[in-house]
T-cell receptor, first 114, second 113 residues
Framework: GAVVSQHPSRVICKSGTSVKIECRSL??????MFWYRQFPKQSLMLMAT?????????EQGVEKDKFLINHASLTLSTLTVASAHPEDSSFYIC??????????FGPGTRLTVL | DAKTTQPTSMDCAEGRAANLPCNHS???????VYWYRQIHSQGPQYIIH???NNETNEMASLIITEDRKSSTLILPHATLRDTAVYYC??????????????FGTGTKLQVIP
């Protein structure tokens, strides 16, 4: 099946630091990618839809100035957590769509903000 | 997307079949049933999907009732590595890949030695 990668897999940073997470579709092109956040013992919550060459679409309650998304190519989307704070600590997962409505997910990025 | 209802948790003995139910009574005629699972601290993994016929692949079988209002995911011989949260999602299939997918709470399957 299709592969989606994320980098880094884990990041620990100080409060106030900006953190960039990359999501790549390795063997297919994705005009649309999705970013999720998952807190412990909770389900995945969709944060935003990343559109290649245009602005991202954010879900209600997600701050677009806090979670900056750039989808500069058909295989790469980046999520930047601006001025991260401890409450932003979470598991961030990206997803890209394939044929037939399938979705492929990255392995996730564990963000810990001290 | 149609709403789904799944039990919060289930246990299954190792080597036995795990049968995970999902109710989707408001499913529309053009909506498929998808199953994903998420092993702890990993991204979700696609398992199987179907429209109305039963489906089988190397991972699992999907049984959809005739009225399509419910389905069952079957792991024929559960192993400890199958311990995960299993998500049943109902949505319209498309080839564009642009439709977002939302997750419910899923079923936490614990495979017991």
């Amino acid at each position: 099946g299709a592969v989606v990668s994320q980098h880094p897999s884990r990041v620990i940073c100080k409060s106030g630091t900006s953190v960039k997470i990359e999501c790549r579709s390795l063997d297919f092109q994705a005009t649309t990618m999705f970013w999720y956040r998952q807190f412990p013992k909770q389900s995945l919550m969709l944060m935003a839809t990343s559109n290649e060459g245009s602005k991202a679409t954010y879900e209600q309650g997600v701050e677009k100035d806090k979670f900056l998304i750039n989808h500069a190519s058909l295989t790469l989307s980046t999520l930047t957590v601006a001025s991260a704070h401890p409450e932003d600590s979470s598991f961030y997962i990206c997803s890209a769509g394939g044929q037939g409505g399938l979705r492929f997910f990255g392995p996730g990025t564990r963000l810990t903000v001290l | 997307d149609a709403k789904t209802t799944q039990p919060t948790s289930m246990d299954c003995a190792e080597g036995r079949a795990a049968n995970l139910p999902c109710n989707h009574s408001t499913i529309s005629g053009n909506e498929y049933v998808y199953w994903y699972r998420q092993i702890h601290s990993q991204g979700p993994q696609y398992i199987i999907h179907g429209l109305k016929n039963n489906e089988t692949n190397e991972m699992a079988s999907l049984i959809i009732t005739e009225d399509r209002k419910s389905s069952t995911l079957i792991l024929p011989h559960a192993t400890l590595r199958d311990t995960a949260v299993y998500y049943c999602i109902v949505r319209v299939a498309n080839s564009g890949g642009y439709q977002k997918v939302t997750f419910g709470t899923g079923t936490k399957l614990q495979v017991i030695p």
